[in-house]
């Protein structure tokens, strides 16, 4: 129902009450905002109660406005400019506490992602993972960081890690060229989700590859592409991506995978301590 609330909306208008009609209209007009307020807020905008509100939710076929309102949310994300989200970050942070709210906010996509993240699925993505002759993994603009975590500690598991570079799309399809059987792409994306990292995971695919998505929703076009999706909740602070609880996500995996690859990192681990000491890696906190 996500893609079709503000035609659903536009359908019902003649059947609306005086006060349905005015959050009808602000919606309509203003969904970016309308999609991060609360059932109260939304209703002293509009000048209508609370409860009004509520029951407007209802009368489109949600079984709350908290339905309602994530429905909107899914809609907006993949769509909103960054000038938007700035707007939108005004409205919701208002006077409060800036600290507080962000960390606050991550907190509870943390609990989020714990709470929904199928167990099923993230056991066959470590299983899938911990089994690739090769890693390919993927991840455009903020989710890179994402990426490079993930190449960084998987290299201590894995003979042939391979961190796709995203500067161009051409160049992205050059480095996934030979991919195939056997292998595994893990594509990280969020809203506004990359069409490089679409358009890469269903070559994988194509070839045979096992495609692994690392997303926030079932919705992605990551997840419809997937082999295996593992999803977290991401959030918007301001014009910035807070990508904590993705994050915790990929910690987790690293972790779970590390059990299984357990010979091999203790083997290359013992290798790189030998030459971190040798070559003076580390500043040692030691010395007098």
Same mark, same amino acid.
């Given at each position: 129902?996500?893609?079709?609330?503000?035609?659903?909306?536009?359908?019902?208008?003649?059947?609306?009450?005086?006060?349905?009609?005015?959050?009808?209209?602000?919606?309509?007009?203003?969904?970016?905002?309308?999609?991060?307020?609360?059932?109260?807020?939304?209703?002293?905008?509009?000048?209508?109660?609370?409860?009004?509100?509520?029951?407007?939710?209802?009368?489109?076929?949600?079984?709350?406005?908290?339905?309602?309102?994530?429905?909107?949310?899914?809609?907006?994300?993949?769509?909103?400019?960054?000038?938007?989200?700035?707007?939108?970050?005004?409205?919701?942070?208002?006077?409060?506490?800036?600290?507080?709210?962000?960390?606050?906010?991550?907190?509870?996509?943390?609990?989020?992602?714990?709470?929904?993240?199928?167990?099923?699925?993230?056991?066959?993505?470590?299983?899938?993972?911990?089994?690739? %002759?090769?890693?390919?993994?993927?991840?455009? =603009?903020? +989710?890179? !960081?994402? /990426?490079?975590?993930? &190449?960084?500690?998987?290299?201590?598991?894995?003979?042939?890690?391979?961190?796709?570079?995203?500067?161009?799309?051409?160049?992205?399809?050059?480095?996934?060229?030979?991919?195939?059987?056997?292998?595994?792409?893990?594509?990280?994306?969020?809203?506004?989700?990359?069409?490089?990292?679409? %358009?890469?995971?269903?070559?994988?695919?194509? =070839?045979? +590859?096992? !495609?692994? /998505?690392?997303?926030? &929703?079932k919705a992605s076009p990551l997840a419809e592409i997937?082999?295996?999706?593992?999803?977290?909740?991401?959030?918007?602070?301001?014009?910035?991506?807070?990508?904590?609880?993705?994050?915790?996500?990929?910690?987790?995996?690293?972790?779970?995978?590390?059990?299984?690859?357990?010979?091999?990192?203790?083997?290359?681990?013992?290798?790189?301590?030998?030459?971190?000491?040798?070559?003076?890696?580390?500043?040692?906190?030691?010395?007098?």
């Open positions: 129902m996500a893609n079709d609330i503000l035609a659903t909306i536009q359908e019902n208008m003649s059947h609306f009450s005086k006060g349905q009609k005015l959050i009808a209209n602000f919606i309509l007009n203003s969904y970016d905002k309308a999609a991060f307020m609360t059932a109260s807020k939304l209703g002293r905008t509009v000048n209508v109660s609370e409860s009004t509100v509520v029951r407007f939710a209802a009368e489109l076929g949600y079984d709350g406005y908290p339905s309602m309102q994530k429905a909107l949310q899914e809609m907006i994300r993949n769509k909103l400019t960054s000038i938007q989200r700035i707007e939108v970050s005004k409205d919701r942070i208002g006077n409060q506490d800036v600290l507080s709210m962000v960390m606050q906010s991550d907190i509870e996509k943390i609990r989020l992602t714990l709470e929904e993240t199928e167990r099923a699925s993230f056991n066959e993505a470590v299983q899938r993972i911990a089994g690739a %002759k090769r890693l390919y993994i993927l991840g455009v =603009r903020s +989710a890179s !960081a994402l /990426a490079e975590f993930l &190449s960084f500690y998987f290299r201590f598991m894995f003979d042939d890690v391979i961190c796709v570079e995203t500067s161009a799309m051409s160049e992205t399809f050059e480095q996934i060229l030979h991919i195939k059987e056997g292998d595994v792409l893990i594509g990280l994306s969020f809203p506004r989700y990359s069409r490089r990292t679409v %358009k890469a995971m269903r070559y994988a695919k194509d =070839r045979g +590859a096992t !495609a692994i /998505a690392i997303t926030d &929703s997937a082999d295996v999706s593992l999803l977290a909740k991401s959030d918007m602070a301001s014009f910035v991506d807070s990508l904590v609880a993705p994050l915790s996500l990929v910690t987790a995996l690293i972790v779970s995978v590390s059990r299984i690859r357990a010979e091999k990192l203790e083997h290359n681990l013992s290798h790189l301590e030998q030459i971190w000491q040798e070559y003076d890696v580390y500043e040692r906190t030691d010395r007098r």
